[in-house]
């Protein structure tokens, strides 16, 4: 399977506990977005990366958040002393620079309960 | 502020029926302009865009600058046409998504 995938798909924690989310975005893709989806809405902007720089953070991502792409490559989320709201649909996206496409594609998401 | 309305967010129609998906955008700038459709346990995917003006799956999408709105439409509905779309304006960097539409196409 060569589209873009996340682990885990699910993960049930503890309010205050960190958890951290992967993404592996298509191989030539270098571009990689990360999204937030709550129940009955559409998908949140959280940050996007070109290569291995962060170019744009959402308010949304607050102190709490951080993400890296180190090598360009993979991504990760990471939500430290989680909070019951954080609870959510966490979709990572990738595309490819140049050819004036934009298209971005998803993968199959990381659903988060904090219990 | 980026702001994306779709003010439906059930519609059904009968199989056959014509569809329209209304979606009414505020951005700064010109942004690009996307529909995504997520289909029954399926990831979410790109229909269509509308600089390439094309015709996906017998939809297309109407620009209107002036309303700015860029409405969903086909003529005639399937039922594998039952699926949430998302209208999303944006750029290369960040799309900003409507709340969706849950289209159910009935036999």
């Known amino acids: 399977d060569t589209g873009v995938s996340q682990d885990p798909r699910h993960k049930i924690t503890k309010r205050g506990q960190n958890v951290t989310f992967r993404c592996d975005p298509i191989s030539e893709h270098n571009r990689l977005y990360w999204y937030r989806q709550t129940l009955g809405q559409g998908p949140e902007f959280l940050t996007y990366?070109?290569?291995?720089?962060?170019?744009?953070k959402s308010r949304l991502l607050s102190d709490r958040f951080s993400a890296e792409r180190p090598k360009g490559s993979f991504s990760t989320l990471e939500i430290q002393r989680t909070e019951q709201g954080d609870s959510a649909m966490y979709l990572c996206?990738?595309?490819?620079?140049?050819?004036?496409?934009?298209?971005?594609?998803f993968g199959p998401g990381t659903r988060l309960t904090v219990l | 502020a980026q702001r994306v309305t779709q003010p439906e967010k059930l519609l059904s129609v009968f199989k056959g029926a014509p569809v329209e998906l209304k979606c009414n955008y505020s951005?700064?700038?010109?942004?690009?302009l996307f529909w995504y459709v997520q289909y029954s346990r399926q990831r979410l995917q790109l229909l269509l865009r509308h600089i390439s003006r094309e015709s996906i799956k017998g939809f297309t999408a109407d620009l209107n600058k002036g309303e700015t709105s860029f409405h969903l439409k086909k003529p005639f509905a399937q039922e594998e046409d039952s699926a949430m779309y998302y209208c999303?304006?944006?750029?290369?960097?960040?799309?900003?998504f409507g709340s969706g539409t849950q289209l159910t196409v009935l036999p």
């Open positions: 990366f070109q290569n291995e720089a962060q170019l744009e």
């Open positions: 999303a304006p944006g750029s290369a960097r960040q799309l900003t």
């Open positions: 996206a990738s595309s490819l620079l140049g050819l004036g496409r934009n298209e971005q594609f």
């Open positions: 951005y700064s700038g010109s942004p690009e």
